[in-house]
């Protein structure tokens, strides 16, 4: 099914830690059917959506060696409607942090970054042994 | 149908609107000939708050914001208008169908708006200088007047004096300026350290002067700083040409001929009239309307396509100009963590010039805005990090970034051409792109940027004709460069008597400044010329 209620749930997960209401995961399948006509799929989105765990690995192996895979695009959609609902947009707007704060956030996300990028591009590696259509 | 009126004009846009404004004022009878098209969807569900209140309270805000089709949800790399957000995508609907292009990699907007292209334009309101108009047939003595009268009409607002004073001249009858945000206002006060040196070096900056009412004007404004320009107009406060469209139809002189398309016209010289074959968009039958004149003001593509085919000139190319255009997303890295104030608008903050050779005749145009109103999940389709990594970073250092875009000028030695071919379709063929120079001239934008605070993250090239300036199809030109296909200084296509044009397609450069005060400005001398002739 293209854009299921399952995947928006483990897309939303993995984004900001939350679960989305079913009204969302509706608008999610909406936009999934309006987005992507062809229902494209890829090796890493299978995967992702199979062990939740390799999210994040393979979405950061994604954004540096295939930035139009259909698990980015799936995470820009489900970014975009999370993004725009008063129930999580606080997570999303500008919010005044000290400069030692930032600081903090930019060594802990970019290891956290960093991480997930190693893991990913082993995991991504990988893909073409487990089944699932690129 | 079959009416007459005095002078017919074709377009809603900047120019049509200040094109028919002397003439009804004149006591002219006007028909404006236009398709109309008008945001029926989401110009009614966007609140009046400001921005960060309706984020937080508008469970509606998922429809304007990504579109009921989810349209405001890119994919790809970064294209031609990345401010045309979902309420603003009516501008450039219907055209492809009924008013084809092959552009190829040139992006080639037109429009069936109700108010043109400026119902979504950015307000910024430079106008030119006699450097800016060295290859045209009229000086800035000439414009002058019709900047002061467009400027008592539609509101612009700016400083009086500065930095940039030089290359605005005197303007009647500003508004004050508009408040700048905290970063702007950081990165002026750094550039105000070491103007002296960038002065020295061809680089200046300045508040913009924006089409914005600071205070009430006509009705409209004033400002009230929401930072939702991008998605609706608020208070009336940015000038759309609607506006005075809208003013123009409390006269009972002036008619709005809406839901046609001009196709083609043809001059009468024995009983001195002109007729325009129009299709009616929601019937389909042609339309036939006559003036004893006619204003074109489509548009420089859409002017280009009814000169064209109403002389049989098929095949034949025109010169077209659209200013090159570059992005610069930059960090400012001295105001992190510092305190942002949350009221502002979306517009352009800084207007900075770049004049390399001091002549003014290869002038850049940078403008500052800040990133916000955009939504956080653009950027995210641009960070390379894991999208989980990357909420919390960019949400920690948005307030600190600010788009800085670059208008380049354009010439006609650039070799594009437009031409109309056998089936009706208009062809833009591409010119020579001077990249290496372009990039150079950037590079030393971005030393500049870096001077006053700003940290250029990458640059974003969005293809040509991004800027959605286009112009110069058929060029106003003296009578010593007259030809065929040129218009003479008062818009008046040669060839025939009773047609002018009133919009970008006279202009025979492109300065780097945005055209949109301009065209208004020279629409206003073209259609007080003809209202002039008309009364004598």
Redo the contacts between chains.
């Keep these: 099914m293209n854009g299921d209620p399952r995947e928006f749930r483990i897309l939303s997960r993995?984004?900001?830690g939350a679960r989305p209401s079913r009204q969302l995961a509706e608008?999610y399948e909406?936009?999934c059917s309006?987005?992507f006509r062809d229902g494209t799929r890829s090796r890493a989105l299978n995967a992702a959506l199979r062990w939740p765990v390799l999210a994040?690995?393979l979405?950061?192996a994604c954004?540096?060696l295939a930035?139009?895979d259909a698990l980015?695009?799936r995470?820009?959609?489900a970014?975009?409607?999370l993004?725009?609902?008063?129930e999580h947009?606080?997570?999303?707007?500008?919010?005044?942090?000290?400069?030692?704060?930032?600081a903090v956030?930019?060594a802990w996300?970019?290891t956290?970054?960093a991480a997930?990028?190693a893991v990913?591009i082993a995991c991504f590696g990988l893909l073409p042994l487990f089944a699932g259509k690129r | 149908m079959r009416k007459n009126f005095d002078v017919l004009v074709v377009g809603s846009g900047a120019s049509a609107a200040n094109a028919a404004w002397p003439l009804v004022e004149a006591g002219l009878s006007v028909g404006m000939i236009d398709p109309g098209g008008r945001d029926e969807t989401y110009a009614p569900i966007v609140p009046g708050d400001d921005f960060?209140t309706i984020?937080?309270?508008?469970?509606n805000?998922?429809r304007y914001?990504?579109g009921d089709?989810?349209e405001?949800?890119p994919?790809?790399p970064v294209r031609v208008g990345a401010q045309l957000t979902p309420p603003r995508q009516f501008i450039t609907r219907g055209t492809e169908e009924r008013s084809p292009v092959e552009a190829g990699a040139l992006q080639a907007a037109q429009t069936f708006a109700r108010g043109g292209l400026g119902a979504g334009w950015g307000a910024s309101a430079m106008p030119y200088t006699d450097a800016d108009l060295a290859d045209w047939p009229v000086g800035r003595s000439e414009l002058q007047p019709h900047y002061d009268a467009v400027s008592k009409r539609v509101g612009i607002s700016g400083p009086k004096r500065d930095d940039l004073s030089p290359h605005v001249g005197p303007l009647e009858s500003l508004m004050p300026p508009s408040r700048i945000d905290s970063n702007a206002d950081w990165v002026y006060r750094r550039y105000e350290r070491v103007r002296g040196e960038l002065l020295a070096r061809g680089f200046r900056m300045g508040q913009a002067r924006l089409a914005v009412c600071t205070r009430r004007h006509r009705g409209r404004g004033p400002l009230g700083y929401g930072d939702m320009e991008f998605w609706a107009d608020q208070d009336r406060a940015v000038y759309r040409p609607a506006f005075t469209i809208d003013e123009l139809a409390t006269r009972g002189a002036f008619h709005e001929l809406s839901g046609l398309m001009a196709v083609r016209y043809r001059e009468n010289p024995a009983d001195e009239s002109v007729e325009v074959e129009c299709l009616g968009l929601r019937t389909n039958e042609s339309v036939t309307l006559s003036a004893r004149r006619l204003v074109l003001a489509a548009g420089a593509i859409g002017t280009a396509r009814i000169v064209l085919e109403s002389l049989g000139r098929r095949n034949e190319p025109v010169p077209f100009l659209t200013n090159p255009y570059t992005y610069l997303p930059c960090l400012v890295p001295s105001r992190?963590?510092r305190?942002?104030r949350d009221r502002r608008h979306s517009l352009t903050q800084l207007t900075m010039i770049y004049d390399p050779d001091g002549t003014g005749r290869n002038a850049v145009q940078p403008q500052l805005y800040s990133y916000?109103s955009l939504?956080?999940?653009k950027l995210?389709?641009e960070?390379?990090?894991?999208?989980?990594?990357s909420?919390?970073?960019i949400?920690?250092?948005?307030?600190y970034l600010v788009i800085v875009g670059i208008f380049h000028p354009d010439f006609p030695s650039n070799g594009r051409r437009l031409l109309l071919d056998d089936a009706g379709t208009l062809v833009i063929r591409s010119g020579s792109v001077e990249c290496a120079a372009r990039r150079a001239c950037e590079d030393r934008v971005a030393g500049f940027l870096r001077r006053v605070g700003c940290m250029p993250l990458k640059r974003i090239d969005p293809g040509p004709g991004a800027s959605i300036h286009y112009a110069g199809t058929l060029p106003m030109r003296g009578e010593a460069a007259a030809g065929p296909l040129t218009c003479d200084a008062d818009g008046r296509l040669r060839g025939g008597k009773l047609v002018v044009v009133a919009d970008g397609s006279t202009f025979p450069t492109l300065p780097a400044k945005g055209l949109t005060f301009t065209l208004m400005a020279n629409a206003d001398r073209i259609g007080a010329a003809l209202a002039k002739e008309m009364a004598s």
């Excluded at chain 1, 993004?83 to 008063?86: H, I, K, L, V």
């Excluded at chain 1, 947009?89 to 930032?102: D, K, Q, T, V, Y």
């Excluded at chain 2, 960070?383 to 990594?389: A, V």
């Design positions: 993995y984004l900001i608008r909406r936009a309006s987005l994040g690995p979405d950061a954004g540096l930035p139009d980015r695009q995470l820009l959609v970014a975009a409607i993004e725009t609902t008063t947009a606080e997570r999303f707007l500008p919010r005044h942090r000290s400069r030692a704060a930032i956030l930019v996300h970019g956290r970054a997930n990028v990913g | 960060r984020r937080r309270t508008d469970a805000q998922h914001f990504l089709e989810f405001g949800i994919f790809g992190i963590g305190r942002t916000r939504l956080s999940f995210l389709k960070s390379p990090l894991p999208m989980r990594e909420i919390p970073l949400r920690a250092i948005q307030e």
